[in-house]
């Protein structure tokens, strides 16, 4: 190893060198998806299904209600080329039973669940692949800050993309700059879930996923 390197470098590198040699390739695949359950005083729940395109294609999971919940009469589906939106309503309560994405488990990306009650009460989930439910009567909050901050943070520590990037931090950051240098890549990557997340800015899937491989 260079001598360049200073020993906390050294200490990291070896780090990472380990995490390659002893654990399984783990990454999000894609953005993740968001399901919105909105109360309305009618007794009915507007839902919203927000979920990428990986390729051209939707992964093969749907979101499923409680089980009072009634089906819906008809749904709208809109496709933007990055995502696809369907909108429906149904006779229901968010006061007990279970909400569940079905085919999660076979993913390797995350759900934003966002409740918002008839009384104005607001509850957030983040669901993933080990995780694909959670129970109505259970008062866990996630809020939207802090799960994204926890998700930007996991899919740098875990995604061997990420961890490759780090590596090439360590050998060109001056150690003295190298925490702000990662906290600003994570805070980065957790900025930009929330905004994709929620629709506020799109770009083609394409072109930006061959300039993150070129860089």
């Given at each position: 190893m260079s001598s360049t390197l200073t020993w906390l470098q050294q200490i990291l590198v070896l780090w990472l060198g380990a995490l390659?040699?002893?654990?399984?390739?783990?990454?999000?695949?894609?953005?993740?998806?968001?399901?919105?359950?909105t109360e309305q005083a009618d007794g009915n729940v507007a839902v919203i299904w927000k979920q990428p395109v990986l390729s051209g294609r939707k992964l093969r999971m749907r979101p499923v209600l409680p089980a009072q919940c009634a089906p819906p009469d008809q749904t709208r589906q809109e496709f933007s080329g990055a995502a696809t939106v369907e909108t429906w309503q149904t006779a229901c309560r968010l006061d007990r039973g279970e909400i569940r994405i079905e085919g999660l488990e076979q993913t390797l990306t995350d759900v934003f669940v966002r409740l918002t009650f008839a009384d104005g009460r607001e509850q957030t989930r983040?669901?993933?692949?080990?995780?694909?439910?959670?129970?109505?009567?259970?008062?866990?909050?996630?809020?939207?800050?802090?799960?994204?901050?926890?998700?930007?943070?996991?899919?740098?520590?875990?995604?061997?993309?990420?961890?490759?990037?780090?590596?090439?931090?360590?050998?060109?950051?001056?150690?003295?700059?190298?925490?702000?240098?990662?906290?600003?890549?994570?805070?980065?990557?957790?900025?930009?879930?929330?905004?994709?997340?929620?629709?506020?800015?799109?770009?083609?899937?394409?072109?930006?996923?061959?300039?993150?491989?070129?860089?």
């Open positions: 390659f040699l002893t654990s399984p390739a783990s990454a999000h695949e894609i953005r993740p998806a968001a399901l919105g359950l983040v669901l993933r692949p080990a995780s694909p439910s959670f129970s109505l009567n259970a008062q866990i909050n996630d809020s939207p800050a802090s799960a994204y901050l926890r998700i930007g943070g996991e899919h740098m520590l875990f995604g061997w993309d990420h961890l490759l990037f780090v590596l090439g931090l360590l050998l060109l950051t001056p150690v003295r700059q190298l925490l702000w240098v990662i906290t600003a890549f994570t805070a980065g990557h957790s900025i930009t879930l929330a905004i994709t997340a929620f629709g506020l800015f799109r770009l083609p899937s394409g072109p930006v996923e061959l300039l993150i491989a070129l860089s």
